[in-house]
């Protein structure tokens, strides 16, 4: 037994000796129960914990609040055997969060079995400055669709005005005229409510989010604006399980999809929003009935300042720089999700975005 333990300590011993300690990514061995069996120095700089002894501490204990990622990243990767990279935020210390990318591999490590080898990456920097862009396209988005929010807030006022008028000349309508208003304000303060959602500056990736909120949201405040337009938009929500991430990043990515849809169709079409899961990942579908595009540009979708329409991907009607798909694609994969694309030209497009499931529905 003891010359097992041995055979174990050595294997592992080697594997971050002879490698890990040359390298610059942070780099933690963990075994079959997730507890950390040893680690580079890189890793300890990374997690906050330099000149700290963290072998045989469990990974639970190291990260803390954030462990909800970890737990779900080793999981699966034991599960699967397959690599999976996560992104995620945990506090170093009280006022110091850090933003930190995660890459995850199982190693068979002869006699001592199946171990875990994770690659810690700090992007502190890099997402402080996508936080930056993406409020500055956030708030470029909305403000597209400013005409429309002001409309339909007339809209609202004049039915509480008008409704109020009744009431006041017919006493014994008062309650069925005043639950009207009632309801009208209500509308008036969802829509106020999702504007400044879409303002918060608050990033934090450790939240348990229901993309399905988030989805119904984007569709009232958008809803008015393209039926001016001769498009509907559906939300279907088949599933809605809780993922881990920002809640404003994350409006942020279907924001900018949504528009990216209803700027693709020239006339009158459909843009169809679906939510489910499938195999532990919650995913989205954003299908419109626009022009599509072709091969070459959908190669290109994603790269910084490419646009083949307008802003986010649109059309004639607003002037764009070509970011919005670059930075949806971004903050889509700091939540360790992937988005792609299926599309041809003439035939419109459909966005599926996948992110991993962190809890049940309720």
């Not at 890459?103 to 502190?124: E, Q, R």
Request: charge should be negative; charged fraction near 20%.
């Amino acid at each position: 037994m003891a010359e097992n333990k041995s055979c174990e300590t050595k294997n592992t011993d080697e594997l971050i000796g002879g490698v890990f300690d040359f390298v610059d990514s942070g780099v933690l061995i963990i075994d079959a129960d997730f507890n950390v069996l040893t680690a580079n120095e890189p890793a300890k700089v990374i997690l906050g914990r330099q000149g700290s002894v963290i072998s045989s501490m469990s990974v639970r204990d190291i990260f803390g609040a954030a462990y909800a990622n970890i737990d779900w990243l080793l999981s699966v990767v034991m599960r699967t055997g397959q690599s999976r990279k996560s992104a995620f935020s945990f506090d170093v210390a009280p006022e110091n969060v850090r933003y930190v990318s995660a890459s995850v591999s199982m190693i068979d490590n002869g006699p001592a079995g199946m171990i875990l080898v994770m690659t810690l990456t700090d992007i502190t920097e890099q997402q402080q400055a996508l936080v930056k862009n993406a409020q500055t396209e956030k708030m470029a988005a909305v403000g597209l669709l400013a005409a429309g929010i002001a409309h339909e807030f007339n809209n609202i006022w004049a039915s509480v005005q008008g409704y109020a008028e009744l009431a006041k000349q017919n006493p014994g309508f008062m309650k069925e005229l005043t639950d009207v208003c009632l309801e009208q304000s209500e509308r008036a303060s969802e829509i106020i409510h999702a504007l400044l959602s879409f303002s918060d500056m608050r990033v934090d990736l450790r939240h348990g989010v229901r993309l399905g909120r988030i989805l119904k949201s984007i569709k009232r405040l958008v809803s008015l604006e393209m039926q001016a337009k001769g498009i509907e938009l559906s939300l279907e929500i088949a599933e809605d399980p809780v993922i881990s991430g920002n809640e404003s990043m994350l409006q942020q990515i279907f924001l900018n999809l949504v528009i990216n849809a209803y700027q693709a169709i020239l006339d009158k079409g459909l843009v169809g929003i679906w939510i489910g899961e499938d195999d532990g990942w919650v995913v989205v579908r954003v299908r419109d009935t626009g022009v599509g595009m072709s091969k070459e540009q959908i190669r290109r979708l994603f790269e910084p300042f490419y646009t083949t329409k307008g802003a986010l991907g649109g059309n004639e009607r607003v002037d764009g720089h070509g970011l919005g798909l670059t930075l949806t694609y971004n903050l889509v994969r700091l939540h360790g999700g992937d988005i792609s694309i299926e599309s041809e030209t003439g035939k419109g497009s459909v966005f599926t975005v996948r992110f991993p499931k962190i809890g049940d529905v309720k």
